[in-house]
């Protein structure tokens, strides 16, 4: 089982950046598809963005396309989500996850972090 752990999390004005990173330690995640979540106050948690564990493909919420990116470095075992033009409703605790079956692309999420506080001013 891989151990995730997030952080670059924060108190940023609307309008700013942030850069979230996740470290996985305990074996590779470099065949493992990947993903951001979130949750909000009062909240479901939503997906933000996955990537495939090759990552020739992408995927973002609607509410964060043109907004965020995920990427993702197998040689560093890391998982990246930047994050540009923050907005008051991006407001959440940020967790990372990967998939529970190297090469799939549609198999649960099983492991995740602790997650990272994002928090947007107005």
């Known amino acids: 089982q891989v151990q995730l752990e997030e952080s670059g999390g924060g108190l940023v004005q609307a309008g700013g950046s942030l850069s979230l990173s996740c470290v996985a330690s305990?074996?590779?995640?470099?065949?493992?598809?990947m993903g951001w979540f979130r949750q909000a106050p009062g909240k479901d948690r939503e997906s933000v963005a996955t990537?495939?564990?090759?990552?020739?493909?992408?995927s973002y919420t609607d509410s964060v396309k043109g907004r965020f990116t995920i990427s993702r470095d197998n040689a560093k075992n890391a998982l990246y989500l930047q994050m540009n033009n923050l907005k008051p409703e991006d407001t959440a605790v940020y967790f990372c996850?990967?998939?529970?079956?190297?090469?799939?692309?549609?198999?649960?999420?099983?492991?995740w972090g602790r997650g990272t506080q994002v928090t947007v001013s107005s």
């Open positions: 996850a990967a998939r529970s079956r190297p090469g799939s692309n549609s198999a649960e999420y099983r492991d």
């Open positions: 305990g074996r590779t995640i470099g065949n493992y598809g």
């Open positions: 990537i495939t564990w090759s990552g020739g493909s992408k």
